[in-house]
């Protein structure tokens, strides 16, 4: 009784973390896919392999991780042991996968720092142009911020260099606290002599940079990742211990169910043997030696009538029933 207690805590205990350990799973594998196919994200266009590399690292542990559950859930419910080592074994290399993706994020972050800097750079050089351009926009807009490192930036501009501009007087509108947008364009000014149509009127241009929102919003990201990466390792380490005194459960549940049928198999055979036997069975008929019996102290033996001796006869010999 008590180890059938044990079995259903245990397998309480294993639901639980199961659960916390698929949706631990899937949220990584959600941001596998953010990574490398999200839309509306300045990562979806960076040119890094290493975080391409992280990406379908998460969204490969993602897939793996589901699957590991069902095979989980499958070995405590059927207390299939085979099921629960092939479990145990998926949960080593899953904790292997996770910490190279860990470590791989974290030696890689400045490289990927760069290459976000570069492909800002590269949308600010073709601002105008592309369908990238709101990502730009977003970025200045929610950030309070003006090219990378400042509002001279604008200045490469193939557009603005192309107005021969000295001092980046025509700004994206998102460069400006307030702006009211031209009809079709994207361009503001704050200064009175531009009296071109296309552009729209911008007030309080921003002076800062987006170089910090940039380097927070991308380390902000990787905390988030690396943070469910070791969550999942933490649920895991609990699940491969509790896992562990389930395999070792089951297998004392299947030798006492051995022993147990073992047991009844003997039992029953002798109780068959039993059930053949006849009365007869159960005298002693082993090899009868004759003792010497005095004639008075003759008896009639009621099993075997035929030996009863009288006090004339004399002294004779008769069957010693302790085979003596």
Not at 3 to 9: F, P
Not at 165 to 175: A, N, Q
Not at 283 to 301: F, I, K, M
Request: charged content about 20%; glycine content about 8%.
């Amino acid at each position: 009784m008590k180890l059938e207690v044990t079995i259903q805590l245990l397998r309480f205990c294993s639901q639980v973390f199961n659960c916390i350990f698929l949706v631990l799973g899937l949220s990584i594998a959600g941001s596998g896919v953010w990574i490398l196919f999200g839309r509306g994200n300045l990562l979806t266009i960076l040119s890094s392999d290493e975080l391409r590399t992280v990406g379908a690292g998460l969204l490969l542990i993602g897939g793996v991780v589901l699957l590991v559950s069902v095979i989980g859930c499958a070995g405590a419910h059927r207390e299939n042991r085979f099921l629960l080592l092939v479990y145990l074994s998926f949960l080593v290399v899953l904790v292997l996968g996770q910490l190279f993706v860990t470590m791989l994020l974290l030696i890689n972050r400045d490289k990927i720092e760069r290459s976000l800097d570069q492909t800002v750079d590269q949308i600010i050089l073709q601002y105008g142009e592309r369908a990238q351009d709101r990502l730009v926009d977003e970025l200045q807009e929610h950030g309070l911020c003006c090219g990378r490192m400042g509002p001279a930036d604008w200045l490469k501009n193939s557009y603005i260099q192309s107005l021969n501009l000295t001092m980046p007087h025509v700004l994206p509108c998102s460069c400006f606290n307030s702006s009211r947008r031209s009809f079709n364009s994207s361009w503001c000014s704050e200064q009175l002599n531009v009296t071109d149509p296309h552009y729209g009127r911008g007030n309080s241009s921003y002076e800062q940079g987006c170089k910090k929102q940039l380097s927070d919003w991308l380390q902000e990201n990787a905390l988030t990742i690396i943070s469910m990466d070791v969550g999942l390792v933490l649920i895991q380490v609990l699940q491969f211990v509790v896992m562990v005194y389930l395999y070792r459960a089951f297998g004392r549940k299947a030798a006492l169910k051995r022993t147990g049928s073992l047991a009844d198999s003997d039992h029953a055979h002798l109780d068959h043997t039993h059930q053949d036997r006849t009365p007869e069975d159960d005298l002693d008929y082993a090899v009868q030696n004759y003792g010497y019996v005095d004639p008075d102290e003759a008896r009639l033996d009621s099993a075997h009538p035929a030996y009863y001796l009288g006090p004339a006869e004399g002294r004779q010999s008769v069957p010693n029933r302790a085979g003596f």
